[in-house]
């Protein structure tokens, strides 16, 4: 079972730039679909972004052109480069992954295991 660390979140302004890491450990990601969540409080969790283990990507419509997510299976990591960061992207991101499927899916009962999570916090 892998087990997942998220990382790089802050503080920023609205326009700035943040790339968040997820980092494995257990197991190898190469065998993994992937995606980031992300969620405000008192909302739901919603996913952001996917790749396939084939690294082919999906992005919801709200964060499509601005962030950019990644893997580097030798360093065993996922990213998500954030750009244009905006107030409404203030949430908490997570990283979560599935085993043996390689499919671009954002709807959090897809996938089985999960970061702890990462604050990402942007300002007007």
């Known amino acids: 079972q892998v087990h997942l660390l998220e990382s790089g979140g802050g503080s920023v302004q609205a326009g700035g730039s943040l790339k968040l890491s997820c980092v494995a450990s257990g197991d190898t990601i190469g065998t993994y679909s992937m995606a980031w969540f992300r969620q405000a409080p008192g909302t739901e969790r919603e996913g952001i972004a996917c790749?396939?283990?084939?690294?082919?990507?999906g992005y919801d419509y709200s964060v499509q052109g601005r962030f950019t997510i990644s893997k580097d299976n030798a360093k065993n990591t996922l990213y998500l480069q954030m750009n244009g960061l905006k107030p409404e992207d203030t949430a908490r991101y997570y990283c979560a992954a599935v085993s043996g499927r390689s499919w671009l899916e954002l709807r959090t009962a897809m996938y089985n295991t999960w970061g702890q999570g990462t604050q990402v916090t942007v300002s007007s």
């Open positions: 790749i396939t283990i084939n690294g082919l990507t």
